[in-house]
Every structure is written in structure tokens, then in C-alpha cells.
């Protein structure tokens, strides 16, 4: 396990992605666990953050994934290093869990672990996860599963969607997402790929225009529920990324209750083609 001291730049594993290089022989993660040593959130970036989300005034505890980006810093290093097999760019995010353990005030130093694992084949290439954990005093406070898919030559089958009944939601809202939303996002979170930034760039990666970020999409979901009271304090919430928004937009969201917990869409109102679905099941103390 290696501890840094301070987030690693993200400047430098941008610049990392884009340029080419020779990959190590064979399809292997590395093993490398990245440790950062604990820190205090700024108080007007999770300010910022919780209202690009959606958050109408700053929440008490920090928004449920805003962890996720202050461990983003290292997964890119990781992602980035000379170790890892496959290249970033043209990366899917096919979905995303987090374990909601308890609340976590703005005020408590965390320690952030992040790792990769679980290689495996997948329809369009192959699968993996990135590990991160959020401790408070050495106790996991937080834990985040994002699976991504390197594409290449694949194998197997695609899992079957799941299915959930929306006919009588509980909530339903409709969203607009403007390119203004993302680039501010993009800033917040510091996941600047060029396929968020604007329309010639996405177009280079097979976008007709550029594309909300997927963690974005879910955050705004939490909001959503959040502000609906439909968030225990402890909770899983897993989100399946299945069709880009693309800028700009007017997304319809839909929660309802379920009998595996509360579930939630994103769709396109025109023809209600899903941008993700998700369910949020209460974490057990």
C-alpha cells in the first residue's frame, strides 16, 4: 500500500491518457492499493458540488457521492499508471454501488483507499472494478464498486436488464441539462473527459454531441430522493448506466416503491428509453 500525502494532480494523468504508450504484456490489474492520507473537504467545494447536483441549499452531511470524487484523483493514477493494461479513453462505465454506511458530516477527516480488481470477460471486451472506501478513524465509512469496461474483443452474454414497475411512481420530475451544467460539473469533480467538454470532442469518440457524466446522473438522482426523503441514513444504492444524455436535454426521473426497496429511472420522454436505472435498499447497522 502506498500513502500519499495530498490528492496526486489530475493535470498530469490527463496528460497520461491522451498520449500513447506500450502496454504490459497480458491482461493483468495491477495490484497497487493507493492510500491518501486524511483530509478535510473544503467547505465551498462541497458547497459547489451539492448545488451542480441539485441540492438546493447545502446539505448538513456531504452529499452521498461526493467521496467518489475525492477519490477520483487516485483511481486516475491507478488507471494511469504504467501497469494498467488498458487504455482510459473510450472507457464505458457500465454501472456503480455504493454503500451508504452512515452520514458523514463536512467537518471529519477521511482516509481514502482505492484499488482495482475483478477482471473478467464481458460481451464487448472486458470488465473491471475500481475500489474505493472512505474511512473515519481507520472505520469504512463509505464504500464505492464502479465497473468499467475496456472494449476489445469479447465473450459471453450481457446481462438481462432489470425490470421494475414505474406505472405509479412516487416522484417524478423532469430535468434540464444544459452543456453549462456539465463543464460545471466537470470543474467540480475534475473529471474533465472530452466527451463531457463539448461536441467536437465527443464526435472523435463516436458521440453525435457531448454527454452528462454518468456519476453526475446518479448524483442528481440521490438529490432527487434525498429532497423527497426517500434516503435512509444507511443505504446501498446501485445504478446501471445503460444509454448516454445527450446535451442538452430534459431527462425524466421516476422513483417508486418497490418490494426489493426504492427503485429509480432516468428516461428520455419522447420515447422513454432508459438513461439508468437504480434501487436503493437500507444498509443494515
Known amino acids: 500500500m502506498q500513502t500519499l500525502p495530498k490528492p496526486p494532480g489530475l493535470a ?8 500513447p504508450r506500450r502496454r504490459p504484456p497480458g491482461a493483468t490489474l495491477p495490484t497497487e492499493v493507493l492510500r491518501l492520507a486524511p483530509t478535510l473537504p473544503s467547505e465551498d467545494h462541497v458547497r459547489r458540488y451539492a448545488k451542480v447536483c441539485g441540492y438546493s441549499e447545502a446539505p448538513a452531511h456531504l452529499p452521498p457521492l461526493y467521496p467518489h470524487i475525492a477519490a477520483f484523483p487516485l483511481a486516475m493514477r491507478l488507471m494511469t499508471s504504467p501497469a494498467f493494461p488498458y487504455p482510459v479513453l473510450g472507457m464505458v462505465h457500465l454501472s456503480n454501488r455504493i454503500d451508504h454506511i452512515r452520514p458523514i458530516t463536512a467537518t471529519e477527516p477521511l482516509t481514502y483507499e482505492v484499488w482495482t480488481e ?3 470477460p464481458h460481451p464487448k471486451g472486458k470488465a473491471f ?13 463509505w464504500d464505492e464498486t464502479s465497473t468499467y469496461l475496456a472494449r476489445g474483443k469479447g465473450e459471453g452474454t450481457t446481462p438481462p436488464w432489470p425490470t421494475r414497475d ?10 434540464q441539462v444544459t ?14 473527459n472530452p466527451i463531457h467538454l463539448h461536441p467536437l470532442t465527443a464526435r472523435l469518440f463516436g458521440f453525435p454531441r457531448s454527454i452528462a457524466h454518468g456519476m453526475w446522473t446518479k ?14 441514513d444507511a443505504y446501498t444504492a ?9 446535451l442538452p436535454a430534459t431527462p425524466e426521473f421516476r422513483a417508486a416503491s418497490t418490494s426489493e426497496g426504492t427503485a429509480f429511472a432516468l428516461r428520455r420522454p419522447n420515447d422513454e428509453k432508459e438513461h439508468l436505472r437504480g434501487l436503493i435498499t437500507p444498509l443494515e447497522p
Open 12 to 19: 498530469g494523468s490527463y496528460v497520461k491518457a491522451v498520449l
Open 118 to 120: 475483478n477482471l473478467r
Open 129 to 141: 472494478d475500481v475500489r474505493s472506501r472512505a474511512l473515519s478513524n481507520d472505520t469504512p465509512v
Open 166 to 175: 414505474f406505472t405509479t411512481p412516487s416522484l417524478t420530475e423532469t430535468w
Open 179 to 192: 452543456q453549462s451544467t456539465i463543464r460545471t460539473y466537470a470543474a467540480t469533480s475534475g473529471d474533465r
Open 219 to 232: 448524483a442528481r438522482s440521490l438529490a432527487s430522493l434525498s429532497s423527497a426523503a426517500l434516503l435512509p
Open 238 to 246: 446501485t445504478t446501471d448506466f445503460r444509454a448516454p444524455v445527450l
